[in-house]
Structure formats: structure tokens, C-alpha cells
């Protein structure tokens, strides 16, 4: 397993938000994290590296992680497509795009810019552009680019299809598929819409106000009619 | 730092009276305290404590406007020195008695700190500060400007003199000021004990900790901050009057910007947002840097720094968190 | 004519002075909203090492130099030691702090290197040149703080870690998302603050000559400079400087006279504040009530 959680906890305030969770995320699949609004789930991502109080373990490839600066973390190699994008809307897209890659100093760099183009073709036809002009769309696929310019080992996505159009999101979930089929990357991936994520998914974990109610193999989740209708909603 | 702090005060005050008994007997101390330096002290002494008393009137206004309610000035020395001025003119160039110098310095101030806080007041705390702060290193320039010597003297300032008792009272100037100027101070003290106790009272405190919340309660925030800028100036000119009849003298560069900052820096030794900690920031800034100069001329701006950086880590409640602390441990 | 003019050039060097020590406060306000009200004083703390180094025989521009770095660490040191542990506390306890360094950096000039007025060399041919348009230090002063703003243009825009630091300042959040070490980056930034002061602090000690209190009026003017171009925007701050320092020298010699100069810098912040508070290049201000 490349990324371990076992009895985390983890909030904001004094009292807690995750009561003590297990999960884990196998080398190389997508792990989808399932929810209602407000389950925990952008608390989950946040704790895994370490933008949050944290108790509990977390370890990456068998090393503790738990405690350690955000920075650290991602530098281990744990890219975050966080909630609301984190797009540096003062910046330009190829300054953001430099930004993903700003801890490399290896020769792929380059070579890594050339597939973003090819994954997103619009981030070059906007490349010298302020962010902060981008459409909504174009930050996520920006937001990911950002994140996969890191080379991570897990990717950490939080519902990259909020507030997109319906196309957008299928063009979104199909690289995200290429990403897993073509690099060597673990996805986690927290998202609202349960039925793309558990199409994408190999194992599912369903969260509810912070805690674990159900987890498998998303397609026998998604075959469980009972989770289906009681989690689910659909 | 605030907001942990003051809420106790607050309450304290609220609160039913302790037994009366302990009560009364804190107060015939904390007299007999005030009273004593009057009989014991020798004439400079005394006047140091009477500066001390004057000191501490400018820092409750000043920790008014900043800590209760949060809006940062680095500029109260300039209140203090156009009250300082409006006495010595009155008294020097209109021979006006010098009672009346105390009132209407207040009121000049007060108008003054209307003009400065209203456009600054309406933009973040930082704005307050930084035009403050500049007000306070422009003021020693103004003060000595060709246009108005006239009426401040410019360079040289203005010469006046300390008042006998009244009513044949026997009692030397030193006596009756420092006995003037401490009630005074306790006449102060008391109005702003109950102005913080009050409705308006919370109100000011509600916008520092609450913000735009305190403006969503119906409250005019922005009127109520710059109100309380101009009494906040006011108090701080009274005392800057107070001065100018103790010290016999006015001049520019008595309040240059290093002025704003010992104020600054009695606030929050003595205690930001507390009542009672101007007091300790008042003997503070007198007694401390008379201890240091004996070191150097240089060390009580040093030492000065160096206490003020210790109390915000160690101490941010300053004096008056201290005591309340200690208090609260003996209570247990 | 020649006089106007040879006030809008005085007042250009000046300007640059202004819209250093206006860059240096800008670099610290973005990456930490807070007005470092210690950095006149810093900057004439280096002044003086400067003069210390030249004393000892040290070439002019070694000295230069030696005193950017040193004055770099110290810009650093002060962030570490200081500044960082109180990194969450409310804006009172900063501004406390920074009035605090100001009381410790001021005396301390007092205190180690005294405090009677003090001639500062110049290293540039100090003399009327082109027909007394200009002076030699003038123009040499404006053109190192010009290279100076250059430079630090150029590590902003096109090096990593200059990008590094505006991710940090812009969106600390994000940077740290992506490995940015931001509470370096602070400090880094604290150090080229202080660099920068101790460059415009030795510029213009030739004109001002050297005293504890070199720096307080000028400061006063960097605050009307980055409050003019805009407190977020660094390169608003600069040409704000430049602005102030003609509108200095023009209303010094034309309309106050050099009595009021401070109190035109007053006046230019406080009327900044009332007709455009965001100044001229700057985002809106929101009020933090
Ligand atoms: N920055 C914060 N400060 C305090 N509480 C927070 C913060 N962010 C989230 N919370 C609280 O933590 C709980 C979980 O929020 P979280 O954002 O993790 O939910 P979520 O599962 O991602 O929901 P959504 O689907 O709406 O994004 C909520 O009760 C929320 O109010
Ligand atoms: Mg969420």
C-alpha cells in the first residue's frame, strides 16, 4: 500500500472532524472517498498532508508522515488538487504550471510540460495569460497540470467536478484515466458525484461525519443497492 | 492580545462586590497610597509621581482607542503635545487662569482626533498606525513652523508657571498639582471604568474582536470608532495640558515621535485593554528610563525595546495581567 | 527654467531613495501584511556598519557589498528570531514588536556608534555636472538604485526562487501545496528588505550625513510613496517613491518651503487615505474593521 491511514483524527478547532479513520490507497489505482456535504471529506485530503491538526499515523510508502510540514510531505511526492483550486490567480499559467514543478531539479521537467500541453492543449493557448482569468475549467485542468508537474507518487484530488460543465468533467475523468493508465500514480479522489467516481475508482470508501460507514471494491459498491440508496442517493 | 484579556476586567467590574468589608479596605489603602508621597516625598519626587499620574491619564486615553477598541494609533504624543500647547497659549499669551486650560484642551484634541481618525479610521488598522506614526514625526516640525510662532514660541517654545493652592491651602505648587493631578487621573479613571462597563462600552469592544459582525448587529461602527479616536485624543490632550503646567514649559522637542512610542510602549507594560494598567504604565515610563540612564544615555531606549518585545511574548497581558493572574491564584 | 528643472532631477534622486525603502516595506507588507516601521531605523543600523567598514580602510564598494550581505542576515535573523514566533498573533502585538525594534535598533546606533552628526563619503565625483543640472552623487545615487530596482525586478520575474517568493506572498496556502518552504521565503524576503534599506541608507547619507535618526523623515516619505502607488504593488511603491520625491522638491521649493517637509508627506498619506485609498496602481482595500 502506498499511502496508509489508521485511527486518524483530525480538525480545526478543539474538537475533532475525523474521529479516528483507516483507510489506505494501493500503488498505482484510483481510491475514491465518498460523501455528503460536510462528511470530512476536503478534511481527509487536508490531513494527509498535514494542513490540519493531526493524531493518528499516516505513512507513505511505509514512512511516517503524520506531523510533518505540508511542505515536506508534498516533497515526498504527494500533489493536492485542493478545494477551490489554489489557483495563484496573480500569476500567469506558465508561472503556476512552474510552480508544480518548482522542487524538481531533475532533466524531465520539459518533457513533463510537453504532455501537459498534450493533456491540455488549452493551457498552452493560454499560457503567458493571468490565472485568474481562466474559466472555471481551465483552472481545474490547470490545478492538475500544477499537480502533476510535481511527478507524485498520490495524487490528492478534491472533486475536480465541482462547478463544471458536464463535458469539461467527462474530458477531466478521461485524462485522469490516461494519468493512471500512462504514469505511475496512485489517485485518491474525492468526489460528489458518485456514480464518475465509482466508474473510475478500483476501491471506495464512503465517509460519513467523520467516520468510515462502508468501504470495498468500488463495482461492488456500486452494485450494493442498499449502500446505494441509503449513502448514495442515487 | 486583547481579547482574552479584557473580558475578565469586564466581568470583574460586573461582578457583585466582593465583601464590602475587603472592598472598603482596598480603597483606604490605594488613598493612603496616593496620599502619602504628599507628606513623605521631596519635591521632586513628587513631581516625578505627578508626572507619572499625567503619564498615566495619556495612556488610558490611548488605550482606549487601541486596546478596547483595537484601532492601533502610534500618534498620541501628538495629541499630547497640542493640548500641551493650547495650555501654555492660554495661559501665556491670553493670561487665562489655568484651570480653564484643561477643558478646553480636551475639546481641541478631541476635534483634532476627529480630523485624524475619521479618514483613517475607515481603512484597516495598519492605515491608523502608519498615519499615526507619521503624525507623530511631523508634529515636532509643525510645532517650530515661522508661520504660527507667534503663538508657540517656534524653537524656543513657551515659558509658563505652576499654580499656588487655592483658598490659602498650605500646600507648596508640588504638593497642590500632584494632589490636582491625581484626582484628576481618579476622575478619569472612574469615567472610563464605567464608559467600558456600559452598553457603549461593550460596543467598542465588539467592534475590535468582532468586526464586521458588530456592524451586522446594527451597530454604527464607523461613527462609534471615530467617537471613541476623539475621546481617546481628548483624554490624551488633558493630560498633555497637565503637563505643560507641571513641566512650566512647552517646546518642539519635547514631542518629537519618541513621545508616542513611550506611550505606546506604558500601554502594554501597564496592560492593553485594562483600566487600571495605564497606572502601572504611567510609573513605568517615568521611573524606568530614570534607572537605565544610569547606564547610559542610549540604554533606556534599549532597555525600553527590549522590555516592550518581553512583555508582548511573555507577558501580553502586561502589569494589570499580571495581577489579575496572581489575584486569581490567591482566589483559588 | 534650470532651477525647475534641476529640481525635478534632485528630486528623481531622492525619489529612488523613497522608492527603495517604499520597494522594502511593500516586499515585507505583501508576504506578511504588516508595515515594518523599524525599517528606516534598520537601514541606518547598516549605514553605519558601512562606515565602519569604509573607516577601516575597506574600498568603497567592498564595503557596499559587505553591508548588503551583513545587513541581509540581519533582515533574516530579525524574521527567525522574532517575527516567526509570533506569527499568529493579532496585528497589535506586530506593530508592538516592530515599535519595539525600533527602540532597540535607534539606541543601538546611539549607543555603539554615537550620536553626534557624521559625514558619510560619497563614492562618486561629487560635482556639479552638465551645467550644474545635476550632481555627480545624484546621478550616481539614482543609477544604483535604478540597477538595484532592476535586479530585484529581474530575481522576482525570472528566477525560481523569486517566483517561489511571490507564490509564498501571494498565496501561502498553495505555496506551501507545491513544496514552497514559505517560512523561508519570509525570511528571505525580510533579508532583501533590509538589503535594500541598507542600500538606500548609504545613498543618501552623503546628502543627509549620518545620525541615528537619518532615516525617520524618510521613511515617513516611503510611506507616502507606497501608500501612493499602492501598498500591494511593488511596482506601484516604486514609481510612488519616484513621484514623492519630485513632489518633495518641487513643494519644498516652490510652495511650503523646507520647514513643512515632513508634514507634506502627512499631507500626501492622509489625502492618499481620503481620495483613493488602494493608490494609484493598487488592488481595493478591504477593511479589516
Ligand atoms: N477551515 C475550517 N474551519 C473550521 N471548520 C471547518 C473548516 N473546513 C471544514 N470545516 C468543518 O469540517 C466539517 C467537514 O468539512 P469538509 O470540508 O471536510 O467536508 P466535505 O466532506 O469536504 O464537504 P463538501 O462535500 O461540502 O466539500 C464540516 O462540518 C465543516 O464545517
Ligand atoms: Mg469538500
Redesign the interface.
Known sequence: MLLEVNGLKAGYGPTWVLHGIDFAVAEGGVTALLGANGAGKTTTLRAVCGMIRTEGSITLAGKPIQGKATEDIVRLGVAHVPDGRGTFMELTVEENMKLGAITRHDKGVAADFERMFELFPRLKQRYRQQAGTLSGGEQQMLAIARALLLRPRLLLMDEPSFGLAPLIVQEIFGIMARVRDEQQVAILLVEQNANLALEIADTAYLLETGRIVVSGPAADIRQDESVRRSYLGY | ???ETTTPTVLASARPARPALRYAGLLWAIGIALLLPLFTAESYRLFQLTLAAIYAIAILGLNLV?GYN?Q?S?GHGAFYAVGAYVAAIMMDKFGLPYWSTLPSAAVVCGLVGYG?GF??L??????L???T???A??VP??L???GIEEWTGGVQGVLVFKPDAPFGLPLSNDQYLYLLTVAIALGVFLLARNLMASRIGRAIMA?RDH??A??AMGMD?ARL?TSTFAVSAGITGLAGALSAIAVEFVSPDSFQ?ALS?TL??GM?VGG?ASIIGPAFGGLFVVFVPNLAEEV???????I???I??AF??VL?GGVAGLLRRLAARLHR | MNGFLHQVIAGIATGGIYASVALALVMIYQATHHVNFAQGEMATFSTYIALTLVQAGWPFWLAFVATIGISFCIGVLIERVLMRPMDKAPVLTHVGLFIGLVLVISNLTGWVFDYTVKPFPSPFHDGPLFGGLVTGHELGSTAVTLVVLGLVYLFFRYTRLGLAMRAAAFNPASARLVGVRVGWMLALGWGLASGIGAIAGIMVAPVVFLEPNMMLGILLYAFAGALLGGIDNPGGAVIGGFAVGVIENLGGTYVVGTELKLTMALVIIIGVLLVRPAGLFGRVVLSRV
Do not use: D
Not at chain 2, 547610559?296 to 534599549?302: I, Q, R, Y
Open positions: 492580545m486583547a481579547s487601541t483595537g492601533i502610534l485624524i479618514p483613517a475607515r481603512l484597516g488598522g495598519l492605515y498606525a502608519l498615519t506614526f507619521s503624525l514625526v511631523a516640525q509643525i517650530k513652523y515661522k467592534i468586526g464586521l458588530a456592524e461602527a470608532k515621535v512610542i505606546f510602549v502594554v492593553v547610559s544615555k542610549a540604554a533606556p531606549g534599549v525600553y525595546g527590549i516592550l518585545i508582548l511574548f501580553p
